[in-house]
C-alpha cells in the first residue's frame, strides 16, 4: 500500500482524481490511500490541516491522520508512529508537481 499524506483537505476534487489517475497509469501500485490531516478544537470543531493548537483560542486540539488503516487521533499512537507522524512527507495538490496537473 502507498500511502499518499495530504497536508490538508483537497481544495478540489480535480486534484484528487489527477493523482489517482497518474499513479495508476503509471506505477504497478496495487494500493494507494490519499490520507488528509485534520484537527478538531473543543470550540471551534473542524479545523483543515495539522493544528496542534486552536489559532482561534489557542485551545489544545486533536490531531487526526490515519494509521495503521484508520484514522485515530495521534497523542494515542504509540511513541513510534508519533515519531513516524513528525517525520512525514505531505503532497500539495495545490503546487503543480504532477506532469500535466490541470486543476
Keep these: ?3 499518499t499524506f495530504l497536508g490538508e483537505r483537497l481544495h478540489s476534487w480535480k486534484a484528487a482524481a489527477n493523482l ?3 499513479m495508476a497509469e503509471n506505477t504497478n501500485m496495487p494500493y494507494f490511500t490519499l490520507t488528509p490531516t485534520f484537527s478538531v478544537c473543543p470550540t471551534h ?3 483543515t490541516g495539522e493544528a496542534f493548537t486552536c489559532p482561534t483560542c489557542a485551545s489544545e486540539c486533536e490531531v487526526y491522520s490515519r494509521v495503521v488503516g484508520y484514522m485515530r487521533p495521534v497523542k494515542q499512537w ?3 508512529k508519533q515519531a513516524e507522524f513528525s517525520i512525514r512527507s505531505t503532497f500539495d495538490a495545490a503546487a503543480p508537481v504532477i506532469e500535466g496537473y490541470d486543476d
Design 1 to 3: 500500500v502507498f500511502h
Design 45 to 47: 470543531g473542524y479545523i
Design 20 to 22: 489517482i489517475k497518474k
Design 78 to 80: 504509540n511513541d513510534g
